[in-house]
């Protein structure tokens, strides 16, 4: 009656075309066999020692750091394949992302100078570009692509004149050939390259006051993100360590970099402390954990920054490809989770949890039993152990009773396993120039250990809360640039 002679014909569906997008599965395949290459090497160099060959040379941190960078390179690129399914630019963030697996893994076995220049600057910009996914479309994450790579520029150039006064003044045109004539430079000399190092850790790994272009990615896609904090940011480390010789060469500049480390760390510590989105949390506490780091080689324990990396690089990245569990499905009549105030007993379980969780990090490192910087080591490794169990036992999702016994079956065994990492990182490094006794006791390291337990005390008290200056300050130094941002948090607060 209508007119519409079409025939309708039931049945399947045609095919799907294929998915042209075989280069995410490809990648990722490789990354995993570049995993298994990593362990291969790993056991080659305990079998048979350090090894050089033309440009390069393959030594413990080497094989440490290609372990993994490897495998948390690995964990992301499958993450993002089932992440960015659909994502019309896939193909250029997985290219993106090999490109820097692979400036990594040449930049930890880089010996001439000049490759591992190259291979910061190939990490760096590939790092901004993975920043500014999307900025096509985006003006927000361009702005946050091009912010990083202006940071990572500058980054370079501090390593380019670091590598540049060394190879002149030393006439070595390899990392170990500049090194082991370290101790012979002068002063005016070693100070420069040894403060252009560190400047150029200080911008890589976020320390403040350079924050500002972590804090500004958080546009990245959440992949992006894991790779940047799980491996990223641990080149300020890396780079310290590699040129270890340098920064050792004047027992100042080791004082310099522990403060510098310490600054960080506290101020991480206080501007996590005000944020409340998920992200931007995570990446204040980066800012901390890197401070912690660039601390452990300001004291002359270089095999603990290395395991500290290691060990923050697998947290953080399952931190933050599980973000989305932060968002919590609460009704409003819910009680709160947390208890206030800290009673006699939550007070003495958190000290001895603590005062042990030290005894066991020095009973199996062997760090702490002598009057030296070992002595604060073991002491952060107690306060991170008080903090941690006063935030358990406040919870009261659990019964009390399981709160204080769980504690410290959770806290000991995992300062364990940072000693045992710690240890066996340390085996790995030895014969090496980064192994090196701990530095002396000085009023410096007093101030920083004072430091340390005031903002302890001001944190777990809530004492830091009654300055509204403090409060301000804090929120103004997390504030990214606006052009970064999706929108203002005031258009969030108009009715």
Known sequence: MTGDDSTTTVGPLDAPPRDPARLPLAVTRLVWLLWLGSLVALAAFVRDGAVT???FAVDGLTVVLWVAVTFFSGIVHSYARRYLAGDRALGRFFGLTL?????????VAADALLLFVAAWLAMGLSMAALIGHGGADWPQAAAAGRLARRYFLASTALVAVAAAVLAWQTGATTVSGATAAADTLPD???LTAAG???LAAMVQSALVPFQTWLLSSMTAPTPASALMHAGFVNAGG????????????????????????AVSALTGKLLKSVQVDAKTRLGCSTVGQMGFMLLQVGLGFFAAAVAHLVLHGCYKAYLFLSVGEEVEHTAPADTAHETTGTGPVRAAATVV?????????????????HVDAGLLLAGLVVLTTMHATRAALRS???????RYAAAPLVFLPSVAVYALTYT????????SPVAVAPADLTVVHALIATAFLATYVAIETGAYRVSDRLYVRLVNATQPPTHTLLSPTEDHNEH
Not at 99 to 107: D, E, I, N, R, Y
Not at 239 to 261: H, I, M, N
Not at 396 to 402: F, H, Q
């Open 188 to 190: 005016p000399v070693l």
């Open 99 to 107: 490109a820097f697996t692979l400036a990594v893994l040449v930049l």
């Open 424 to 431: 066996a990182v340390e085996g790995l490094l030895a014969g």
């Open 396 to 402: 009261t999702s659990v019964p009390a009773t399981y």
């Open 196 to 198: 252009a190092l560190l």
């Open 238 to 261: 890396v780079l310290l360590v590699r040129f270890a010789p340098v920064v050792t060469a004047d027992a100042s500049v080791l004082l310099v970099v522990a403060a510098v480390g």
């Open 53 to 55: 060959a033309g440009p």
């Open 353 to 369: 949890t603590g005062l042990v969780g030290g005894a066991v990090f020095a009973g199996i490192t062997g760090k702490g039993l």
